[in-house]
């Protein structure tokens, strides 16, 4: 049964993200949002204060919540052409298995939209971040992606069946992950101990799991209503 579970999983995230790498119709557009904010930035703030690599953090994690938010608003929205939606709430299996495959696939695409973001960053804001933060950083992006995800996911299911427009999920979704942004910040830097220790990381963890297991429990309610 978990095995059947798990496969269902799979083959959902796995589904998503081979019409990503086909079509890239959200790549394009959140990444093309993601270089904007930071030129923006480059611009606007590193000449103007004593202290870049902080404008450099902010503007990563900005550029990353706004380009996410593009991205998210067709994550489950795109089910809805030719009601494929219908056939896969039609397979045997468990409801939150679409939830936890979609959190999968966005997930991967979120970590991918922030590496390209700090790539970004480095070259228009030249501030260059130190190979044990970058270590860092591979664990902070995959965290803040599941966060993203879990709350994206539940969000555009909750429209896609609603009157509310998905242009709205920027006003939604950027209130609910504000812990995600302050401990994405907050753990773009090197701390003095090991940064996992840290209480923005635990905010981090704790925060992923509450998410996933709202949306896990309550996706089979919000898809049919």
């Known amino acids: 049964m978990i095995r059947r579970y798990l496969r269902a999983v799979r083959a959902i995230a796995a589904k998503d993200l081979l019409l990503e790498a086909r079509g890239k119709r959200r790549a394009n557009g959140a990444a093309v949002l993601a270089l904007l904010i930071v030129v923006i930035f480059s611009f606007v703030f590193v000449r103007r204060v004593d202290e870049p690599a902080v404008i450099a953090r902010g503007g990563l994690w900005i550029a990353l919540?706004?380009?996410?938010?593009?991205?998210?608003?067709?994550?489950?929205?795109?089910?809805?052409?030719?009601a494929a939606i219908e056939g896969l709430m039609l397979a045997p299996v468990d409801r939150s298995a679409i939830y936890l495959g979609k959190v999968c696939s966005s997930a991967v695409f979120v970590t991918a939209i922030g590496w390209v973001t700090l790539v970004a960053v480095t070259v228009f804001l030249g501030t260059p971040f130190e190979p044990a933060l970058l270590v860092q950083l591979a664990l902070v992006f995959p965290l803040a992606a599941v966060g993203f995800s879990a709350a994206g996911v539940l969000l555009t299911a909750l429209t896609l069946n609603s009157q509310v427009n998905e242009s709205l999920l920027p006003v939604l979704l950027?209130?609910?992950?504000?812990?995600?942004?302050?401990?994405?910040?907050?753990?773009?830097?090197?701390?003095?101990?090991?940064?996992w220790l840290s209480e923005w990381f635990r905010i981090l963890l704790v925060y992923d799991g509450a998410v996933l297991v709202t949306g896990w429990v309550s996706f089979e309610f919000v898809i049919e209503a």
Request: glycine letters at 8%; aromatic letters at 4%; a negative charge.
């Open 65 to 82: 919540v706004f380009a996410t938010t593009l991205a998210l608003s067709r994550g489950i929205a795109v089910e809805d052409d030719n």
């Open 174 to 195: 950027v209130p609910l992950v504000v812990p995600v942004i302050l401990a994405g910040i907050e753990l773009t830097s090197l701390s003095r101990g090991p940064f």
